[in-house]
């Protein structure tokens, strides 16, 4: 299905994401572009010299920030028009909301769509000019009366570890808003820019989505919509913030950046593995059963998977070499009073590997090592175990897959990770599934969902997915609060080449002891369990 969409866009500048974003739009075959000039030029409320003194403090000090991508980056407005069809529409925006000024002067043909750029509240005048409704990006958890450089405030400034990028619809007929998507983002403690900049890049792959699946089909908005009264409702708006309210920030976010520089000083932050006997699943009262194996000075060890074979006990490993900063496989090998008796490197390449993902086949043992930096899922083969590796094929390519976890279900073979489709995007916010009938040489098909989960604090894999009193469970991180903060178990409800369902049963947070800030694996063989953990260790 062709679709015609109109995209506000305000007179003078257009951000990166934004032009990117209307960039790849008019790269759809499917889609004919129209531009719709605003008529304001700023959209920031006017502010006194002490706020503004305050925000430019804040910059100056604490968000300075080099991104490898940066959505804030502003690009000519008057360059990207010469490119595109002007519309004959226009809009006036005023303090971050849509209308009343609507100006229409003969359109021949009303849009499928609208898509306005910001959250806002929509006059119904301009719902007269699509057929369908529009569609509006919003950041955030907060609705707030606008000031650009401001946006993400009071989610830090309530010290929510999470933030939010979410798409509604205005329907036309129905005159209701829906939510069609939502994502949600860990919240950067200290920087506004860092945490706007990742949800910013996965909000434009979140509005292509939704585009893809226009072109195919309506949205099947269900029967849950989001009264126009959201907009009215004061519990849901925060205001600009005070002059006070910005002190206390700018203060706050001082103290912490200077204590992050103090910690920086004297302590160091290492991932260890740890192991025990038994194979149940790990609860929270369990953690103090586990023996706790100290990585080498100048490494760590992270992401364990463990393995038996002939008496032997095997732990793979990924193995952080910090003077060539970036890592390879090991295996360590123990005893049965689990003393380790020694580490051998195993894989090594000129890129990081990390992530052993090691499984069984017709008797033979494999591994798929996360290699996202080198854009590949690539699969080894154990020829002399457990040491040596054959590498058999890229089975994926030309994809940045972290934490590759396999399993045969129902007949083909399912692959779980978390995938960055560009530059800017957090690898730990989205979960993707692919399948194949041929795990060795066939093709990988995308699941019709992904990506299936999209929620930093459940969706990157933490270990193998496995069978525990008839129930598939699927473990994942939670970096809500950090990289890699938390174990989460799902069970997996539903898993087909359309569905995707699970359900939380339990969260096991860092708790080995007061200087254990991470938890972000668990695996277990027969007989033994692993798990990894990051510690602080003070060294004046």
């Known amino acids: 299905m062709r679709l015609k969409l109109g995209v506000v866009v305000p007179v003078s500048y257009l951000f990166d994401w934004q032009k990117e974003l209307i960039e790849k739009l008019e790269s759809e075959q499917n889609v004919e572009l129209e531009l719709i000039k605003s008529t304001d030029k700023n959209v920031n409320p006017k502010s006194n010299k002490y706020i503004r003194f305050i925000k430019l403090l804040y910059k100056k000090l604490i968000d300075r920030q080099a991104f490898i991508k940066n959505a804030l980056g502003k690009s000519d407005l008057n360059n990207i028009f010469k490119q595109s069809t002007i519309s004959n529409l226009s809009v006036s925006i005023d303090n971050h909301i849509l209308g009343p000024n609507i100006v229409e002067e003969n359109i021949a043909e009303p849009y499928d769509y609208i898509i306005v750029l910001s959250l806002s509240v929509i006059n119904s005048e301009l719902l007269k000019s699509t057929k369908k409704g529009i569609l509006v990006l919003s950041e955030g958890l907060y609705l ?4 650009e450089e401001l946006v993400g405030f009071w989610e830090n400034y309530s010290e929510n570890s999470l933030n939010t990028f979410s798409i509604f619809l205005l329907d036309n007929k129905t005159r209701n808003y829906y939510k069609i998507d939502e994502s949600f983002s860990s ?8 945490s706007r900049n990742g949800y910013l890049w996965k909000g434009v792959d979140m509005l292509m989505r939704i585009i893809k699946r226009l072109e195919h089909k309506e949205i099947s908005l269900g029967n849950e919509a989001i009264q126009n009264k959201l907009f009215e409702n004061k519990a849901n708006f925060q205001s600009l913030p005070n002059s006070r309210q910005l002190t ?3 203060i706050s976010k ?3 950046k200077v204590k992050a520089l103090f910690l920086d000083r004297v302590s160091n932050d290492k991932w260890h593995i740890l192991i025990r006997k038994g194979n149940n699943l790990l609860t929270q009262s369990e953690l103090h059963e586990y023996k706790l194996i100290q990585s080498p000075k100048g490494t760590f060890w992270a992401d364990p998977f463990v393995h038996e074979k002939d008496g032997q006990i095997n732990v793979f490993v990924e193995e952080f070499v910090d003077a060539n900063a970036r890592a390879h496989i090991s295996v360590l090998k123990f005893n049965e009073q689990l003393e380790l008796i ?3 490197p195993i894989i090594e390449t000129e890129y990081h590997l990390s992530y052993p993902f090691i499984f069984e086949l017709n008797t033979d043992l494999y591994m798929v090592p996360e290699s996202s930096e080198n854009r590949t899922v690539s699969l080894y083969k154990c020829t002399n ?21 396999i399993i045969e279900y129902n007949g083909k073979w399912w692959l779980f990770a978390n995938v960055v489709k560009q530059a800017g995007v957090s690898d730990w916010d989205e979960l993707y599934i692919y399948y194949t009938n041929d795990l060795i040489n066939g093709e990988w098909l995308p699941h019709a969902m992904n990506p299936v989960v999209s929620h930093t604090e459940s969706a990157r894999p933490a270990g ?6 008839n129930r598939l469970i699927r473990p994942s991180q939670d970096s809500s609060k950090r990289y890699g903060y938390a174990l989460n178990f799902f069970e997996i409800i539903s898993l087909d080449e359309t569905s995707y369902k699970e359900s939380l049963i339990e969260k096991i947070l860092p708790s080995f002891q007061n200087n254990n800030l991470a938890i972000h694996t668990f695996n277990h063989s027969d007989n033994y369990s692993v798990i990894d953990g990051l510690f602080r260790k003070f060294e004046f």
Do not use: G
């Open 385 to 405: 175990y457990p040491s040596e590796w054959q590498f058999i094929r890229n089975i994926m390519s030309d994809i940045a897959a972290f934490d590759s976890t």
């Open 254 to 256: 001082l103290f912490s």
């Open 187 to 194: 919240n950067r403690t200290l920087s506004l820019l860092d």
């Open 342 to 344: 020694d580490s051998t």
């Open 144 to 147: 707030t009366n606008y000031d």
């Open 464 to 469: 193998k997915i496995f069978v525990h009193e």
């Open 248 to 250: 206390y920030f700018l």
